[in-house]
């Protein structure tokens, strides 16, 4: 058996929580609460800020967004330029978008679960694991 200690939320998680995205939203804050009571660890990038600021969120609400775990639950990491143009050869050699490539790259980089339910993930697990949140519960 696999031991989690850290979790990777793709955007769409963080706006499922934030937005209250219903059944998505619950399941996903949910797992947010059984990470922090474990004292495990959400890892997110920068790229996931950035893709927030993209559709329209400001620096507050983002905050705002990540505040949902406790600082000692939660740490940011940063592409790499390695890291980018590794993302930008899987991209186009799958057929899956950047973000994506990206996002499974990081979290295998950081030995994270990566939490999503976008099926564009289930080209890339053979780079990463891949769960929906209602299966980590």
């Known amino acids: 058996m696999i031991v989690i200690e850290n979790y990777y939320f793709d955007t769409s998680m963080w706006l499922d929580i ?5 059944y998505n ?7 947010v609460e059984k990470i922090i009571r474990e004292n495990k660890r959400i890892i997110y990038s920068d790229f996931i800020i950035k893709e927030l600021k993209d559709i329209g969120y400001l620096d507050n609400e ?12 939660l ?15 899987i991209a186009k050699q799958r057929d899956v978008p950047l973000g994506d490539a990206i996002h499974a790259v990081l ?12 099926p564009h993930f289930l080209k890339l697990m053979d780079i990463t694991r ?8």
């Open 107 to 118: 979290a295998r980089d950081h030995e994270a679960q990566l939490v999503s339910r976008d």
């Open 130 to 137: 891949l769960e929906p949140p209602e299966n980590l519960l």
């Open 25 to 31: 939203g619950e399941v996903a804050k949910k797992l």
């Open 62 to 73: 983002i905050n705002k967004m990540l505040s949902i775990a406790k600082p000692n639950n």
């Open 75 to 89: 740490k940011i990491i940063h592409r790499t330029k390695k890291q980018i143009s590794e993302s930008v050869r």
């Open 18 to 22: 934030h937005e209250k995205r219903g």
